[in-house]
């Protein structure tokens, strides 16, 4: 897919990654439309990048729909809102557990059905959905938060494959730990020696090159981030017991601590 002069529509463009991710489509060439819940943030990096706005908050059920019918033809959805819901599912309401299975899972299904249906039409056209490593491995205190990533994941695979004889590419991003924008660093915690992080530009970067190539999955993070992935994917006992060993239930609790209020 071709972002020169494609109709991109990204969601959660007022978080840092978002904007990150704003400014490299932007610097592709594409027509952006920017939507996101603080216009005093959105509106703004509009003006900067010279782009349209549409303030939505998605955890209102019409918001998805009437957010398509704004935005005109979408040729590249880009679905990266997403709430955060680390912590002990004790801990939520249930309005908490509908707002971030809304944002963070019915959200990018509604809006990709609704965009798909366009490009199919059209033979031409790619859906992003910017997920994380907690889609493909579980870990304590964020049960919530991995219900939404792997649901996510699931989604994406299955509908690449049905999407693939109408020419419309699917791809799933898959960052890890970010340091300077987004949940991990908002939250301000420490992670153990050796575990080290990517920048919301790498999360961007490799977003553009899942466009253009067509790549179904693409993980951000370290590598020895990646092989956990991979060890939670197909031993998840040992995945968890290995995360308990090195202290991993410490930094699910520090990020349910530092967002909590932010849900």
């Given amino acids: 897919m071709d972002l020169r002069g494609a109709n991109v529509l990204l969601t ?10 704003a ?3 932007a610097a592709r060439g594409a027509r952006l439309v920017l939507t996101g819940r603080r216009a005093d943030v959105l509106e703004p990096l509009a003006e900067r990048l010279g782009c349209r706005a549409v303030v939505a908050d998605l955890a209102d059920r019409a918001a998805a729909e009437n957010l398509l019918d704004e935005a005109g033809r979408v040729d590249v959805l880009v679905a990266n809102a997403a709430l955060p819901a680390s912590g002990l599912l004790s801990e939520y309401s249930i309005g908490e557990i509908d707002r971030a299975l809304d944002v963070n899972l019915r959200a990018p299904i509604v809006m990709a059905k609704l965009a798909a249906a366009q490009m199919a039409d059209r033979g031409r056209g790619h859906l992003v ?36 004889p109408h020419g419309v590419g699917v791809s799933t991003v898959f960052p890890g730990f970010i340091r300077d924008a987004g949940m991990f660093a908002e939250a301000g915690v420490s992670l153990p020696k050796g575990i080290g992080t990517r920048s919301p530009r790498d999360v961007a ?10 790549i179904a999955e693409i993980d951000v993070a370290p590598l020895g981030l990646r092989i956990g992935a991979r060890i939670g994917g197909v031993a998840p006992v ?24 932010k849900r």
């Avoid at 493909?136 to 699931?154: E, P, V």
């Avoid at 968890?240 to 609790?253: N, P």
Wanted: aromatic residues 4%.
């Fill in 205 to 214: 970067r490799a977003t553009v090159r899942a466009v253009e190539r067509n």
């Fill in 129 to 164: 959905f910017v997920s994380s490593l907690s889609g493909k491995t579980a870990s304590g205190h964020a049960s919530l938060y991995n219900a939404t990533k792997f649901g996510m994941r699931g989604f994406a695979l299955a509908l690449r494959e049905d999407l693939r």
């Fill in 238 to 261: 040992l995945s968890a017991a290995v995360q308990r060993r090195a202290g991993g239930h410490r930094i699910s609790q520090g990020l349910a601590d530092g967002q909590r209020g």
């Fill in 23 to 25: 400014r490299a489509l």
């Fill in 12 to 21: 959660g463009a007022t978080g840092g990654i978002g904007q990150a991710l």
